[in-house]
């Protein structure tokens, strides 16, 4: 009860609620002690998430506490201050286009958007997906015309695998070998992507919102407000009376969900859900948190900020990841800092992860076992307050 009540005062003062990130995998590797001092602990930091129950809580995935695990040396630094890992290099240095970024911070009558997608009555949604969430996130995985195809538009490699406590480089190279153009040109794509440099991944420092990184959020907004996935979550949050019939009241509602700032680690307005979930954030005592889209991973990674360590073994065997993979969990490290465990959906296209995501946070819980395509999956859904705290994949075991 005294967790509960310090968690709800922790949200109240925007600390740092919401930070709890993927379990660990290597739960027999650990012992029964060691857990119970991981569940102690955890119960006593975090406030108890929207719909949670005891039972549900499965301290097999909690995540380690992410440690730097060596220094990184001198190098030249970005204008943020981050400093180059430099310990593997990109096997295809790439170049994003970045032709129409400037556009995306034009006023809104000046704007040039795509057209809207016909998909007729297929974002209506069936009494079944109502009724079954796992259906409805069928339909939006379906509903990703975006989605690429391992293979024809990126390639990876997966390197060897480990268990989460280890701690070699089982990567040869990087993940991803390469990306085709032609993503960064798909307008939901470019647009996205012009919004991850708008953010200081170190926690407790303050964000400054320009007027024209507002418009970058609002044009974002729009663009992907045209595909089949976030008209399909709209016809459906109205059909339970979630949210307005009025798609410009939705799409205002998506926005600030996403962008508004909130507090996290004692400082307010230092955070956001779009900054946590995909881009990232590091905190004072070297950890990292969030950072599970493959966009920003592939991007990070051709800068040179991020170094592949490895994928983490399933718990079912005969399911080694390969190319083809696009749920994949992981292991690397962000300008030295190392993530044990961290997990991905790969080649889904933004408006995708917004729907799948926003979808799970209305209308879920904190654990949604659900099925995209041929994978399992356990989308992990925390709150804080009215906020997303953190959103993100595991692969069902």
Same mark, same amino acid.
């Given at each position: 009860m005294?967790g509960?009540?310090?968690?709800?005062?922790?949200?109240?003062?925007?600390?740092?609620?919401?930070?709890?990130?993927?379990?660990?995998?290597?739960?027999?590797?650990?012992?029964?002690?060691?857990?119970?001092?991981?569940?102690?602990?955890?119960?006593?930091?975090h406030?108890?998430?929207?719909?949670?129950?005891?039972?549900?809580?499965?301290?097999?995935?909690?995540?380690?506490?992410?440690?730097?695990?060596?220094?990184?040396? +001198?190098?030249?630094?970005?204008?943020?201050?981050?400093?180059?890992?430099?310990?593997?290099?990109?096997?295809?240095?790439?170049?994003?286009? +970045?032709?129409?970024?400037?556009?995306?911070?034009?006023?809104?009558?000046?704007?040039?958007?795509?057209?809207?997608?016909?998909?007729?009555?297929?974002?209506?949604?069936?009494?079944d997906?109502?009724?079954?969430?796992?259906?409805?996130?069928?339909?939006?995985?379906?509903?990703?015309?975006?989605?690429?195809?391992?293979?024809? $538009?990126?390639?990876?490699?997966?390197?060897?695998?480990?268990?989460?406590?280890?701690?070699?480089?089982?990567?040869?190279?990087?993940?991803?070998?390469?990306?085709?153009?032609?993503?960064?040109?798909?307008?939901?794509?470019?647009?996205?992507?012009? =919004?991850?440099?708008?953010y200081?991944? $170190?926690?407790?420092?303050?964000?400054?919102?320009?007027?024209?990184?507002?418009?970058?959020?609002?044009?974002?907004?729009?663009?992907?407000?045209?595909?089949?996935?976030?008209?399909? =979550?709209? +016809?459906?949050?109205?059909?339970?009376?979630?949210?307005?019939?009025?798609?410009?009241?939705?799409?205002?509602?998506?926005?600030?969900?996403?962008?508004?700032?909130?507090?996290?680690?004692?400082?307010?307005?230092?955070?956001?859900?779009?900054?946590?979930?995909?881009?990232?954030?590091?905190?004072?005592?070297?950890?990292?948190?969030?950072?599970?889209n493959?966009?920003?991973?592939?991007?990070?990674?051709? +800068?040179?900020?991020?170094?592949?360590?490895?994928?983490?073994?399933?718990?079912?065997?005969?399911?080694?990841?390969?190319?083809?993979?696009?749920?994949?969990t992981?292991?690397?490290?962000?300008?030295?800092?190392?993530?044990?465990? !961290? !997990?991905?959906?790969?080649?889904?296209?933004?408006?995708?992860?917004?729907? =799948?995501?926003?979808?799970?946070?209305?209308?879920?819980?904190?654990?949604?076992?659900i099925?995209?395509?041929?994978?399992?999956?356990?989308?992990?859904?925390?709150?804080l307050?009215?906020r997303?705290?953190?959103?993100?994949?595991?692969?069902?075991?």
């Amino acid at each position: 009860m005294e967790g509960l009540i310090n968690g709800f005062i922790n949200v109240a003062l925007g600390a740092d609620g919401g930070d709890r990130e993927e379990q660990q995998h290597g739960r027999d590797d650990r012992s029964r002690s060691s857990w119970a001092e991981v569940v102690s602990q955890d119960q006593q930091d975090h406030p108890l998430p929207h719909h949670q129950h005891k039972e549900q809580y499965r301290p097999q995935y909690e995540e380690p506490q992410s440690q730097s695990s060596y220094k990184p040396q +001198k190098v030249d630094e970005g204008e943020d201050g981050w400093q180059t890992v430099g310990r593997k290099p990109s096997r295809h240095p790439h170049k994003v286009q +970045k032709d129409n970024w400037n556009s995306y911070k034009r006023p809104a009558d000046e704007q040039e958007y795509s057209n809207e997608v016909e998909v007729g009555a297929d974002v209506e949604p069936s009494e079944d997906e109502l009724a079954d969430l796992s259906r409805a996130c069928e339909k939006l995985w379906a509903l990703d015309l975006n989605r690429l195809v391992p293979g024809l $538009h990126y390639e990876i490699d997966c390197g060897e695998g480990k268990k989460v406590y280890q701690k070699e480089d089982m990567a040869q190279g990087s993940l991803f070998t390469w990306v085709s153009d032609d993503v960064f040109r798909k307008p939901t794509f470019a647009r996205f992507l012009s =919004l991850l440099d708008n953010y200081n991944p $170190h926690q407790g420092c303050k964000e400054v919102v320009t007027s024209e990184e507002r418009q970058e959020q609002a044009s974002f907004i729009e663009e992907i407000s045209r595909t089949a996935p976030i008209k399909y =979550l709209h +016809k459906y949050l109205a059909s339970k009376q979630i949210v307005s019939g009025n798609y410009q009241d939705f799409k205002r509602m998506i926005t600030s969900l996403w962008f508004d700032l909130y507090g996290r680690g004692g400082t307010s307005g230092s955070s956001s859900a779009f900054e946590h979930v995909f881009v990232g954030e590091t905190k004072q005592c070297g950890e990292v948190s969030g950072f599970h889209n493959w966009l920003q991973f592939y991007l990070e990674e051709a +800068k040179g900020r991020v170094d592949y360590q490895g994928y983490i073994f399933p718990r079912r065997r005969g399911e080694t990841p390969d190319s083809e993979a696009q749920l994949l969990t992981i292991q690397f490290e962000w300008n030295g800092v190392l993530k044990s465990v !961290s !997990s991905t959906l790969v080649g889904v296209s933004p408006e995708f992860e917004i729907a =799948l995501y926003t979808l799970c946070f209305y209308v879920g819980r904190e654990d949604n076992h659900i099925q995209l395509g041929p994978y399992g999956v356990n989308i992990k859904c925390y709150r804080l307050g009215d906020r997303i705290g953190s959103v993100f994949p595991i692969a069902d075991s």
